[in-house]
């Protein structure tokens, strides 16, 4: 089939005369280059432009590290937790039926289609002074919103779907005979899971873990609501380089830019490598 | 090791897939579960195993009740119809899946383990594919594999869920004689689900006709072709020809008082003659002639009779009486079952 269309698209007598496809490729390759490349470039350029010195020094600033640091440390907390939730909610809704799955399915999409500003206001509204829990945790002494804590929550919010998302179809697609062959041959239900589903999909894993910390590590609507904006202290990468730019330091902002724009494209490397091993994942049903 | 199934009951929703099946499975036969798609056959099948269970109704291995045990403590090989080996394990870590999941107590060691899975991967031979992957099997081969990793963990029960369905003639014809020489060596209590009735009527010590969610006929092949129990049984057991008609006054002594019944006669239980037999021969015209391989079918229209009648003769036969399209013939059914109309499917 696959060699029948290969044969098909080289097929003088299905496609367009050539200058038609030239053009078509020729106005795609312009609109990335417009929109996606210059401005990376541009990125590039601002910070180096001093050299590589400022540039150094700008991201050796005690401010700017602590920033790392945080973006780290919400990054290290939050992926880890949606693996496992991403893992298990794709495992009961794609080899099990159970009442509330589609309920289940809308909820892993609720925060691709919330705006960050408002899933970041939620945490405020719940764990805010003025919230329904904020005396009560003023009382305790618990810091949430505007401390590192509710920059975790605001990240795990937004990033939820990201893993799930990714397996949900994968793992459909792979369907349930080879989870029961493991039972009938008499494997555990962990056996099962760790012998046979997760060696299936393990790519599909992979890219999801990807894309889930490209979004930890620079999120910036629901993070920008719930830090408070504390220099050193509540500031993660993205919102540290708006501080930079706010202030019109612009080299050191586009210094520190450039360290998610490097997380971008090492991203993009890992995410097409995954993306061609899932496809072969795919095929081999 | 026997099955009896009793009183199974099945609903997926609106939808009946089983109602109220019993019947026995002895120890050591090959069973052969026969119907249409959507009888029912392989919910039976899977109930059975484990991997699903019944609304009501009872399935006793050896006389022991197993409705409340769990998949893997039945003990049952299933082989899936298509296959379902774990892509991403070698052809030996298929086979000795079973035997690696043990609790450490039961575990054979690994030398033990080793020496198992070359014994059965040489009982399908297909030993020199010991570290291939799935993907690089052919068809014929993955099915072999599947049934090894069955047998692995010496189950008391071989259920097969269409095991030849994905396979080219050849292979499948191939694959069905060993499956037979298989189970003559072994003597495994086994169960196959078939929509092909020449499938189960070669490979089975028994025959199981299903429809609609019930069972219509339990036999050996040869009860079951020779005997039809019913219209539906004969017309799923080969080609036949339906004759509307009244019963004779003979007949009708047997039957009781019954107008209308419907005969079936077998595509080849129709001779053709030129000359006219007895008083059952009846005045036909060729209207067609197909050359399938060894057979020849032959269609005639009956004089008198909207309907056409097929015949199925041998190649032999066929050249000997020298019959061309158009020509006038008699027919004679040789062998006629009549079944009265009300229970005519």
Redesign the interface.
């Known amino acids: 089939m696959s060699a029948l269309n290969k044969k098909n698209s080289s097929n003088r007598s299905q496609t367009e005369p050539a200058f038609v496809r030239w053009l078509l490729i020729a106005i795609a390759m312009s609109f990335l280059t417009l929109f996606l490349a210059l401005p990376l470039a541009a990125v590039f350029g601002q910070a180096f432009e001093k050299g590589l010195t400022v540039y150094l020094d700008a991201i050796r600033e005690p401010d700017t590290l602590s920033s790392i640091k945080l973006t780290l440390i919400t990054a290290a907390v939050t992926v880890p937790l949606n693996l496992f939730f991403g893992v298990t909610a794709a495992w009961a809704i794609a080899k099990f039926s159970f009442p509330g799955k589609n309920l289940l399915i809308t909820l892993i999409d609720l925060p691709f289609s919330v705006s960050p500003v408002i899933s970041g206001f939620i945490y405020v509204l719940i764990f805010g002074l003025q919230g329904w829990l904020g005396p009560w945790l003023q009382e305790h002494d618990i810091k949430i919103v505007f401390a590192v804590p509710g920059i975790i929550l605001a990240t795990l919010f937004v990033t939820f779907p990201f893993v799930a998302r990714e397996l949900i179809p994968l793992m459909e697609a792979q369907g349930k005979?080879?989870e029961?062959?493991?039972?009938?041959?008499?494997?555990?239900g962990l056996?099962t899971f760790f012998?046979?589903t997760l060696?299936?999909v393990k790519w599909g894993i992979i890219y999801g873990v990807i894309l889930c910390n490209a979004r930890a590590m620079g999120e910036f609507g629901a993070v920008s609501v719930v830090s408070g904006h504390i220099r050193g202290m509540t500031n993660t990468v993205p919102l540290h380089v708006e501080i930079l730019y706010n202030e019109y330091n612009y080299s050191a902002a586009f210094a520190v830019a450039s360290l998610l724009a490097f997380l971008a494209l090492i991203t993009l490397a890992v995410k097409s490598v995954a993306e061609w091993k899932v496809r072969q994942q795919f095929e081999?049903n | 090791m026997s099955i009896e199934i009793q009183h199974i009951n099945k609903q997926f929703g609106d939808f009946t897939a089983l109602s109220d099946v019993s019947v026995t499975i002895p120890s050591g036969e090959l069973v052969a579960l026969l119907g249409p798609s959507g009888c029912g056959k392989t919910t039976l099948l899977r109930i059975i195993a484990g991997l699903e269970t019944a609304d009501n109704g009872r399935i006793l291995f050896n006389g022991e009740d197993t409705t409340a045990s769990h998949v893997r403590e039945r003990r049952v090989g299933f082989v899936f119809q298509h296959y379902a080996l774990f892509r991403h394990m070698t052809v030996f870590d298929n086979v000795a899946f079973g035997l690696n999941v043990r609790p450490k107590s039961t575990r054979p060691s690994k030398g033990e383990i080793r020496e198992k899975v070359m014994k059965l991967l040489s009982l399908v031979q297909l030993d020199a594919m010991a570290g291939r992957y799935p993907s690089q099997l052919s068809g014929g081969q993955r099915q072999r594999i599947a049934l090894a990793r069955a047998l692995a963990v010496e189950p008391q029960v071989l259920l097969l869920d269409e095991p030849f369905g994905a396979l080219d003639a050849q292979v499948r014809a191939e694959l069905r004689r060993w499956l037979r020489r298989l189970h003559d060596e072994i003597h495994v209590t086994s169960v196959f689900v078939t929509h092909d009735q020449e499938e189960a009527l070669e490979v089975s010590d028994r025959i199981v006709v299903m429809n609609k969610g019930r069972i219509e006929q339990a036999g050996t092949p040869d009860q079951v072709y020779e005997h039809p129990a019913n219209p539906f049984v004969i017309n799923f057991l080969g080609n036949v020809n339906l004759f509307h008609g009244r019963l004779s006054q003979q007949d009708a002594e047997q039957h009781g008082p019954v107008e209308d019944a419907v005969s079936y006669v077998r595509s080849h239980d129709i001779e053709i003659d030129r000359k006219q037999q007895d008083s059952t021969s009846l005045r036909a015209e060729i209207t067609n002639i197909q050359k399938l391989g060894p057979t020849v079918r032959v269609t005639l229209a009956i004089a008198g009779n909207s309907k056409c009648v097929e015949a199925e003769l041998t190649r032999d036969l066929f050249q000997n009486l020298g019959l061309q399209s158009g020509e006038a013939v008699f027919v004679r059914p040789r062998q006629v079952r009549v079944f009265v109309e009300d229970y005519q499917i």
């Open positions: 005979e080879e029961e062959a493991a039972l009938v041959l008499g494997a555990t056996q012998l046979v060696p299936n081999n």
